[in-house]
């Protein structure tokens, strides 16, 4: 009985932090916005989650032992259901892009130069951007996006060549270089 309270109140617990993630999240994903809060921000996972967390929780607190039983069959009916559907959300919505480049900036200066590419099954997306600051409180300062619409358009390489200064070769091998801020903001944009 105690377990199921435990789990109870971790569950409940975890619900508003879930809510609150999914609502500040897209407010804070904005060119110098925290990159924690640029990763996290899928607003309709979290609020799904957060539902499904205040349920169980909800349902696990009951004073029934048949309504409990019903709860931890369901959550593990609900783990298996998640682990397997989790392929299908990864492959439709790509949460979690292909990192293509994540180079950290010389002389150990808190900076990461990083470029992923979403999945190929969809209209792929590139990102660049730059993450400044150390976790968590790092912030995220886009470089370019773009839709890889006409093939063959991509970075082929990615790289500092100084402090404040970076390159990007594109599959045409053409250089494009963008010069940054101290705060890390990207002075000029990069034209594809």
Not at 96 to 104: H, K, Q, T
Not at 125 to 134: A, S
Not at 166 to 189: M, Q, S
Request: without cysteine; negative net charge; hydrophobic residues 45%.
């Amino acid at each position: 009985m105690d377990v199921h309270r435990g789990v109870a109140r971790g569950l409940v617990t975890l619900a508003p932090a879930l809510a609150v993630t999914a609502v500040v999240a897209p407010l804070y994903d904005h060119p110098g916005g925290p990159a924690v809060l640029a990763d996290l921000d899928h607003p309709v996972l979290l609020a799904v989650l957060a539902a499904l967390s205040l349920t169980a929780g909800v349902l696990l607190s009951s004073r029934r032992p048949e309504v409990r039983k019903a709860t931890v069959g369901a959550l593990v009916v609900a783990a298996v259901f998640g682990a397997l559907a989790t392929p299908v959300y990864v492959m439709a919505s790509d949460p979690f892009p292909s990192l293509e480049y994540d180079v950290p900036a010389p002389g150990g200066a808190p900076r990461r130069l990083v470029v992923e590419r979403s999945s190929p099954l969809t209209d792929p997306v590139w990102r660049i951007y730059l993450d400044t600051g150390r976790f968590p409180t790092a912030r995220r300062w886009p470089v370019a996006e773009y839709e890889e619409s006409v093939w063959p358009q991509g970075v082929l390489h990615a790289e500092w060549i100084g402090p404040d200064r970076i390159r990007l070769i594109d599959y045409d091998h053409r250089d494009h270089e963008v010069e940054l801020a101290r705060d890390g903001r990207p002075l000029n944009g990069v034209d594809w």
